[in-house]
């Protein structure tokens, strides 16, 4: 079982086989079918990711998860070359302790815009609350390796997120120190 705070990304990638065994399902708005593996996280990061949820919730604001958990072999599928897409074994999506959020605002789409919406910024100020981090900040393309994605978020547990959020660090950093 690897690490909640662990380094996954193109020279740290997880092992082809590595499927994570408390994978469940997260109870929150999804937009994927049910019993899709998309809306699976580790146990620890679903109850995480249920409880930033129903904060949101209680501002009435609209988050929707995308996508969760993706295996190694759905990664190869998707490896078009795109900036936002890594390759298989260098997805974060693969630890299952990622996860894609939009909302309504930008019809549930993955786009830059996303952070400007109350959902975006809802999501970059109370995300390190429950253990989250937006892990692929604007302005730190060259050390993480990718393109700015507001959308997507990283449990890495509590206070490690609060600690990345208060000095700025993305993990890449962090784990450099
Ligand atoms: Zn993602």
Redesign the pocket.
Known sequence: MSSYTQLVNTSHPLAPDYIPRDLVAVNIPFDAPLGCSKRMLRRQAAEAAEELFDRSLSMNLSLFGI?GYRSYKRQIQLNTGSPYVAPPGAS??QTGL?L?VSCPAVSLELIEDFANTAEGQFLRDYAPLYGFILRYPKGKEKITGYAW?PW?IRYVTKSLALYLSLTGMTLEEYHSI
Request: aromatic content about 0%.
């Open positions: 996508s974060e999506h990622a894609d994605e997507h």
